[in-house]
């Protein structure tokens, strides 16, 4: 008998490149701490541009900061080579994850909407984002559309409380 190779279907090749970049612990933390920037810089940022450089830059810091943190710890075990580009494949999930809320403030910035509009366009698609990322999660899970549905809402709720508690803590 002769095993019979498949091709991975198109969809489940953007599933696949989907899950390794937004469907991970860095890529909710890096969504969550770019938000909670946005929000915190919106105090006293003057347009959509002063809040994309005051919200990209601590996140490209928060992500070199997570690479360095996982090469450290791994590259005992697999060498510094390959333990850096594991911790940048596995930390990318944060940059892409914010990708859509900066896309929100280059957008302001070129319609020259207020920061305030800006900040309110970040937050909504990053809830959005979230919401997303836990309705993926309880599909992934085999749940009813009810269970999913409900697992996005609280995952979204319970992004913005901790985005909250980040904003209150700066």
């Known amino acids: 008998m002769s095993e019979v190779?498949?091709?991975p279907s198109p969809w489940s090749r953007v599933r696949a490149w989907f899950d390794v970049r937004f469907r991970s612990p860095a890529a909710i933390y890096g969504l969550i701490v770019y938000a909670s920037f946005v929000s915190i810089?919106?105090?006293?940022?003057?347009s959509s541009w002063d809040l994309l450089g005051e919200s990209v830059f601590p996140l490209i810091v928060f992500f070199i900061a997570?690479?360095?943190a996982h090469t450290l710890t791994d590259h005992g075990t697999h060498g510094l080579r390959r333990s850096t580009r594991?911790?940048?494949r596995h930390g990318a999930g944060m940059l892409y994850a914010?990708?859509?809320?900066?896309?929100c403030?280059?957008?302001?910035?070129?319609?020259?909407a207020t920061?305030?509009?800006?900040?309110?366009?970040?937050?909504?698609?990053s809830i959005v984002v979230l919401a997303l990322l836990g309705y993926n999660a309880y599909r992934s899970r085999g749940s009813s559309l009810v269970v999913r549905l409900v697992g996005a809402l609280a995952t979204?709720?319970?992004?913005?409380?901790?985005?909250?508690?980040e904003v209150l803590v700066h």
């Open 105 to 112: 403030l280059v957008y302001g910035g070129i319609t020259d």
């Open 41 to 46: 810089a919106e105090d006293h940022a003057e």
């Open 156 to 165: 979204a709720i319970l992004g913005v409380l901790i985005i909250g508690l």
């Open 86 to 88: 594991d911790a940048m």
């Open 98 to 103: 914010s990708l859509p809320a900066a896309l």
């Open 115 to 125: 920061a305030e509009d800006a900040s309110d366009w970040t937050a909504y698609v």
């Open 5 to 7: 190779t498949r091709t």
């Open 66 to 68: 997570h690479v360095f």
